[in-house]
């Protein structure tokens, strides 16, 4: 029997899956099209250009209604669809909405068919006498990534996962949907990951897609060069768009890296996860394939490679979508998304387009202008050749390690990566980024075709000799020469190649200004290798406690991520040392779902002198609806050469036992009496005015008693007495103020005891002593273990802004780099229309 | 012989190498008797006993972690950890322990989680939602 739900708004949906279809139809018809459009040989006939160009359009338009009917169902709650309920609640800001857009694997396939569709309308109206071929292999991709949103069973199997899914018909089992108003029960989404609201949530995924996205264009031009075997002119073409992919690509990823460090709690910017190596895959491959297409086209050589590369950054892309939300990554990487049963569809996506590309170069392999002649010893193109060649190399390396898991599946093994996989990486990946700098810094001294030999010797042993000084000097005073001897080498390179580049620099603000883009983008590029290098190698945990505790024999040595020893708990008020600061955990306060926890920092110097002094929020992220524990946010203290970086990592646990957080001590508050398991066996006092009491963690003075005391509501009848105790609590150099009332009522003893909560305190003030001119002052005192304290992790990353500032310089130099390019197409594009109508 | 060539071989020679390198520190999986039979650290794939207690006392030592895994052989032993204890431990369905083995415990050195697949999340909070609506 069909039930009739209440409640439910289907309309979003089903117009959502209509777009969805369509999008899928157009995009099919629109790569037939262009397909025959490519082949056609009647060059008049202009009805499949025309007709692939609607399609690709209502594609484009198709996608952004499908984006339109799901925010539409975000923006409104309608928690009925699976995509709502799982990523959003009601509480969530609007402007998050946009990253719960991105949140599910759907969502990305959104992103990433919509760039593509914004790339192939810039290529429409862009790559002239290159559209057909070149948006045949892109309609073609847009194609299989519309079939990634079908969400339709073909055969059995099911093709796709669609964002439309109903939550009632998402698979999960719940009595509530046999009842046709189950919504009504329905009262609020699953709520977002918190780790994911923050800002860089918003930015960096759909610049990191926009960057995949367009790795498509150099890769369909190369398809198209070799398809319609116009070989040496795609090049050319795709340069701009090449460099174009690579910043954005480069920028998507430094962006996760810091989302990561700010808001995440590994410690650190970069931790060789395997879906951030899956990230970069496509970029090394993609720069090195950049540096021969450069080759290419200033000297003739090195053409394959070139291919080569441009076709495997795309397939690498694929790939690196592949393992990212295939699952297979589940036990080697902590944020790998859990397979949607599209594994086989991953699979032959990749297939397609790697079928695609060797098919060409093999049938093509006799035609290619691949250069008969061997390149000059000391020219340009010979060594960026080999610079590209060990950035590809440096790709397999990290391609061959993250996917242990892919072999581990494919043949059956049962290989675990190495231990120390991070050292690992660190060794290799150094050994390869040495030789990278090197070259980019020598080869910056050559000429293409030929070179002066003597002239190149003495410039490059000069910088050499240069570097090496500068290197010592750095080494030693970060304290980098302590460390595997790679890393001096790694820093040698890059300093290598900061300082001949900015020569190179020099050189082009003199005159040839269009060679400044590459200077400046290798410059960025060393800058932030210095600076990955110096911030990672040398940072400091500054939380380290050691010796102290439970003593465990044989420990000492674990490293790695868990190292030891390495959180600090401070109990509230209570100041530490903490390397050469002095902390102090001041309290907390929520801003749900953020719960901050102030702490105040001094720091020191030899002589136990305040020299600085600041306040830090580490927060800690709630949600109750995922039922998961508080997620730790750090808090970053930036000092120009270096920063603070500070992490809570335990907190005290409620429980019947140790009822000592926010909610219970709240509860204790107003439940006067019944606080007394909160505190140790009082101890009383006897004590005369300006008399001093001693405790654990300071003292007490009875500055005064008095007789005009108001108890809150309680009027006093005339034979009726109250006194106040006016106690002054010293604990750590911090003074509160307390007054506990004694009265006497209708013949019966009161005590109004008073709380010092920031002390850990309860003071009562129980007898009256006339005879001595004394009274009794009662002391309760917290438990230490039942103080609110937290623990928490410090480090210090030294010279981290070096990355950032690297970072910046390299987009600049790209995006100079890419005018450059630009320019060069439309003067060679306007010379040879000029030696065309010449000829007519 | 050409000089790409050259660069060629030297490329095909680091890529072996590379292999071999990689080859030979690889670990693998291994389970607590393999731990209890070498001094070298490796990977244990278990579960969380949840019966037996977590134990974690910031106030008595901030970096002292204890608890209890099955590995996949269905042997227990006890692990211990010098840090905090990682956000929703008890939840995790599968602990991959990196670590060596001293006296009769397992010191971990590095601990990776394997929480459960959304899907069986879903399940799980809804059956909570369908508890509410049985109050009503």
Not at chain 1, 84 to 106: D, H, I, K, M
Not at chain 1, 383 to 407: D, Q, R
Not at chain 1, 425 to 445: D, H, S
Not at chain 1, 739 to 762: C, E, H, Q, S, W
Request: aromatic share 12%; with cysteine.
């Amino acid at each position: 029997m069909d039930m009739v739900y209440k409640g439910e708004h289907l309309l979003p949906g089903e117009l959502g899956k209509v777009f969805v279809i369509l999008s899928f139809g157009a995009a099919l018809l629109s790569a037939i099209s262009y397909y025959f459009a490519a082949t056609n040989t009647d060059k008049l006939d202009k009805s499949w250009l025309r007709m692939a160009r609607i399609a690709y359009r209502i594609n484009t338009i198709s996608i952004l209604g499908v984006g339109v009917q799901l925010f539409y169902i975000l923006y409104n709650n309608y928690f009925e669809y699976h995509y709502a309920w799982s990523y959003t609640s009601r509480s969530l800001p609007v402007y998050y909405l946009v990253s719960g857009f991105w949140n599910g694997q759907e969502g990305g396939f959104l992103l990433w068919t919509f760039w593509q569709a914004v790339l192939g309308n810039v290529l429409i109206s862009r790559a002239g006498s290159w559209e057909k071929p070149v948006m045949s292999v892109v309609a073609l991709s847009q194609v299989v990534l519309a079939t990634m949103l079908l969400g339709i069973d073909v055969f059995g199997a099911r093709l796709g996962s669609s964002p439309f899914l109903l939550l009632r018909e998402s698979g999960i089992e719940a009595p509530i949907f046999k009842q046709a108003d189950y919504l009504s029960y329905i009262k609020d989404g699953q709520g977002m990951n918190p780790l994911l609201q923050n800002y860089w949530m918003i930015i960096h995924p759909p610049t990191l897609f926009l960057g995949l996205a367009s790795v498509v264009v150099p890769f369909a031009y190369a398809i198209a060069g070799l398809w319609q075997r116009r070989y040496k002119e795609w090049i050319n073409q795709a340069i701009p768009y090449a460099l174009f992919a690579s910043l954005i690509l480069g920028v998507g990823v430094i962006m996760g890296s810091l989302w990561a460090y700010e808001s995440l709690n590994f410690g650190g910017f970069w931790a060789w996860d395997p879906v951030e190596n899956a990230s970069i895959f496509p970029w090394l491959t993609l720069i090195g394939g950049l540096h021969v297409m450069i080759v290419y086209k200033n000297s003739g050589h090195s053409y394959f490679t070139a291919t080569l590369l441009v076709l495997i950054s795309f397939i690498l892309v694929l790939y690196t979508s592949f393992l990212s939300r295939s699952g297979v990554l589940g036990e080697t990487s902590v944020h790998a998304f859990t397979d949607l049963g599209m594994f086989s569809q991953l699979v032959t996506y990749i297939l397609i387009f790697l079928v695609l590309s060797v098919w060409l170069l093999v049938s093509r392999w006799k035609e290619m202008p691949i250069s008969k002649k061997d390149e000059e010893t000391y020219s340009r193109e010979f060594w960026m050749f080999v610079g590209a060649v060990f950035l590809g190399l440096s790709c397999f390396h990290l391609v061959f390690i993250t996917s242990i898991p892919v072999w581990n599946k494919a043949f059956g093994t049962k290989i675990a990566p190495p231990i120390d996989l991070v050292g690992h990486y660190n060794v290799i990946q150094g050994a390869f980024a040495m030789v990278i700098t090197i070259l980019t810094g020598f080869t910056q001294f050559l000429k293409y075709k030929k070179t002066d030999v003597t002239r190149f010797f003495i410039t490059t042993l000069i910088y050499f000799a240069l570097a090496a000084a500068i290197t010592v000097l750095v080494g030693y005073l970060t304290g980098l020469y302590k460390l595997h001897f790679v890393f001096m080498l790694v820093l040698f390179g890059s300093v290598y190649a900061f300082l001949a580049n900015g020569q190179v620099l020099v050189d082009a603000l003199k005159g040839k200004f269009k060679l400044a883009g590459s200077a400046v983008a290798h410059i960025g590029f060393a800058l932030m290798l210095i600076g990955a290098l110096i911030s990672a190698g040398t940072r400091e945990v500054v939380s380290q406690t050691d010796g102290a505790g439970i003593n465990i024999p044989g420990f000492d040595k674990a490293s790695g991520m868990g190292s030891p020893r390495e959180n600090i708990m401070i109990y509230k008020n209570e100041p530490k040392r903490m390397g050469k600061f002095m902390i102090t955990y001041l309290g907390d306060s929520v801003a749900a779902p953020n719960r901050y926890f102030k702490v105040n920092y001094k720091e020191l110097d030899d002589k136990g002198k305040v020299v600085d002094e600041f306040l830090l929020k580490p927060n800690v992220l709630t949600n109750p609806q995922m039922g998961s524990e508080p997620s730790p946010v750090p808090a970053t203290k930036h000092y120009l050469f270096h920063d603070l970086y500070t992490h809570v990592t335990a907190l005290p646990v409620a429980t019947a036992k140790n009822p000592n957080t926010g909610d219970a001590q709240a509860a204790a508050d107003h439940g006067q009496e019944n606080d007394e398991t909160l505190y140790d066996e009082p101890v009383p006092h006897q004590v005369g005015v300006g008399d001093t009491i001693r405790y654990r963690d300071g003292y007490i003075v009875l500055k005064s008693l008095s007789r005009e005391v108001q108890v809150q509501n309680i009027p006093l009848g005339p034979n009726d007495a109250a006194i106040g105790a006016n106690l002054e609590v010293v604990a750590h150099d911090r003074t509160f103020k307390a007054a506990p009332v004694y009265m006497i009522k209708n013949k019966a003893v009161l005590t109004f005891p008073r709380k010092v909560d920031d002390a850990g305190l309860k003071l009562a003030l129980t007898k009256i002593i006339p005879n001595e001119n004394k009274v009794e002052i009662m002391v309760y005192q917290q438990p230490l273990n039942k103080r609110p304290y937290i623990v928490m992790r410090a480090l210090d990353f030294p010279f981290i802004n070096l990355l950032w500032a690297g970072t910046v310089i390299m987009i600049i130099g790209f995006i100079l780099s890419i005018s450059r390019r630009n320019k060069e197409l439309k003067t060679t594009s306007a010379v040879k229309a000029q030696s065309v109508a010449e000829n007519a | 012989m050409k000089k790409s060539s050259i660069v060629g071989l030297v490329v095909i020679a680091i890529a072996i190498s590379v292999i071999i390198a990689t080859y030979s520190k690889s670990s693998t999986y291994g389970s607590f008797s393999d731990a209890r039979q070498t001094t070298e650290e490796l990977r244990v794939v278990g579960q969380l006993d949840k019966a037996k207690e977590l134990y974690y006392d910031a106030t008595k030592d901030a970096n002292y972690f204890s608890f209890f895994v099955k590995d996949n052989k269905g042997e227990e032993c006890k692990v211990i950890f010098t840090g905090t204890k990682p956000q929703d431990f008890e939840k995790s369905e599968q602990i991959v322990l990196t670590g060596k083995m001293t006296g009769k415990e397992f010191h971990a050195s590095y601990i990776l989680m394997k929480c459960p697949s959304k899907y069986t999340k879903d399940k799980i909070e809804v059956t909570e939602a369908k508890a509410k609506t049985a109050e009503i």
